[in-house]
């Protein structure tokens, strides 16, 4: 089966650094993705990585280690407007629509 | 804005009414994909179109669920009989090919009472 875990819930203060980990147990990996969604509103597309290794963008940082089945997402300068649930996402290979398997997502509440 | 629309953005129906939500891609992206979330779950994949071809329905999607995309463009997602189980947000989402992000539109909250 596929299964993809994250913690609940997360608090941090402004201007911290925070770390939202990923384990996913998965066949046909192709792709993970961390996605960030306020309360009442759609995903918004944050990272990608396909290969192990850091990508950074901005505030944003994300790890993969494909190895490991584990993934992180760093966000730095931690702002209130941050405060969100962070979705990990696994794109797996060979279902026929490329359709991502979601975590149940990170609640992440920054306090000032 | 370019983004990806959805309509309704709310809906309200007693069980066992029929509703249809509608979804507009971002021009060009041929493939469509529509999600299912309840609260404090992560989304759940329900169908996928390549253009106008339906070519993945999860277990989810029960027979009272039809999707269509007729022209290849906007597409829609019908529940007919609906059950207070059905109550979630319906999300669209569409990408270029099947390897790039999804980008998805703001979802269509539906209470059934």
């Known amino acids: 089966g596929q299964n993809i875990d994250q913690p609940t819930e997360m608090t941090a203060t402004e201007g911290a650094i925070v770390q939202i980990n990923c384990t996913y147990q998965t066949s046909g990996f192709n792709g993970l993705f961390w996605y960030q969604q306020h309360a009442g509103e759609a995903p918004t597309f944050l990272s990608y990585n396909v290969l192990d290794g850091l990508e950074e963008k901005g505030r944003f940082s994300s790890f993969l280690s494909r190895s490991k089945g584990y993934s992180y997402l760093l966000l730095k300068e931690l702002q209130m407007k941050d405060s969100a649930s962070y979705l990990c996402?696994?794109?797996?290979?060979?279902?026929?629509?490329?359709?991502?398997?979601f975590g149940k997502g990170t609640t992440l509440s920054v306090s000032s | 804005d370019t983004g990806v629309s959805q309509d309704p953005r709310h809906k309200i129906t007693k069980r066992g009414q029929n509703v249809t939500f509608r979804c507009d891609p971002i021009s060009e992206h041929n493939r469509l994909y529509w999600y299912r979330q309840t609260l404090g779950q992560g989304p759940e994949f329900l169908t996928y179109f390549q253009n106008e071809a339906q070519l993945e329905k999860s277990r989810l999607l029960s027979d009272r669920f039809s999707a269509e995309r007729p022209k290849g463009s906007f597409s829609t997602l019908e529940i007919q009989r609906t059950e207070q189980g059905d109550s979630a947000m319906y999300l669209c989402a569409s990408t270029p090919g099947g390897r790039e992000t999804q980008y998805f539109g703001p979802g269509t909250r539906l209470l059934v009472l």
């Open positions: 996402a696994v794109r797996v290979r060979g279902q026929a629509g490329t359709a991502l398997i």
